[in-house]
T-cell receptor, first 112, second 113 residues
Framework: GESVGLHLPTLSVQEGDNSIINCAYS??????FIWYKQESGKGPQFIID?????DKRQGQRVTVLLNKTVKHLSLQIAATQPGDSAVYFC???????????FGTGTRLKVLA | NAGVTQTPKFQVLKTGQSMTLQCAQD?????MYWYRQDPGMGLRLIYY???????DKGEVPNGYNVSRLNKREFSLRLESAAPSQTSVYFC????????????FGEGSRLTVL
């Protein structure tokens, strides 16, 4: 399949374990943050988002944590499954603008 | 990604040739974007269109032109392709409120020889 990032940091986890993927964002004015999943040869797929007035948001098996003090975002995936293998990246934006800043991504490998 | 259709999915060009990447949506979103994705780099914005009839430059517009003739379609044109334009191109839609997630197409892989 196609590779979207040849030299990405890689996180390898055992199937069934929890995964934590981190992202440092750049703009202190950013007030909306998104996590995307990108499988090989496909377009980015929305996973979960969070606004700056929150510090935690939960979805199905995923949790996003936001620490505005240190401009840090994390994605936690519970009970990681083989289908979770992909590249994950964060995005940030400021309300009212059309500018999104994307991270370079982390490759998640799930070991059987 | 079903609401965003990109064509072609693959294309090989020779240096100096021209081509147009097409993006069509059926999600009735106002804003549309063109990004390029290169290994080791985050998605970079080429052009965007806040609404029908308007377009604006993004981070890396040089060598590209765009056209937003109607709400559904946003095309990206390379007038004289260069090897540096070898990349995967993604069309995306902005949410109705303009503060929300982007919805991406499946991508168009372009190789310029």
């Amino acid at each position: 399949g196609e590779s979207v990032g040849l030299h990405l940091p890689t996180l390898s986890v055992q199937e069934g374990d929890n995964s934590i993927i981190n992202c440092a964002y750049s703009n202190s004015a950013s007030d909306y943050f998104i996590w995307y999943k990108q499988e090989s040869g496909k377009g980015p797929q929305f996973i979960i988002d969070i606004r700056s007035n929150m510090d935690k948001r939960q979805g199905q098996r995923v949790t996003v944590l936001l620490n505005k003090t240190v401009k840090h975002l994390s994605l936690q995936i519970a009970a990681t499954q083989p289908g979770d293998s992909a590249v994950y990246f964060c995005a940030e934006t400021t309300s009212g603008t059309y500018k999104y800043i994307f991270g370079t991504g982390t490759r998640l490998k799930v070991l059987a | 990604n079903a609401g965003v259709t990109q064509t072609p999915k693959f294309q090989v060009l020779k240096t100096g040739q021209s081509m147009t990447l097409q993006c069509a949506q059926d999600m009735n979103h106002n804003s549309m974007y063109w990004y390029r994705q290169d290994p080791g780099m985050g998605l970079r914005l080429i052009y965007y269109s806040a609404s029908e009839g308007t377009t604006d430059k993004g981070e890396v517009p040089n060598g590209y032109n765009v056209s937003r003739l109607n709400k559904r379609e946003f095309s990206l044109r390379l007038e004289s392709a260069a090897p540096s334009q070898t990349s995967v191109y993604f069309c995306a839609l902005g949410s109705a409120t303009n503060t929300g997630e982007l919805f991406f197409g499946e991508g168009s892989r372009l190789t310029v020889l």
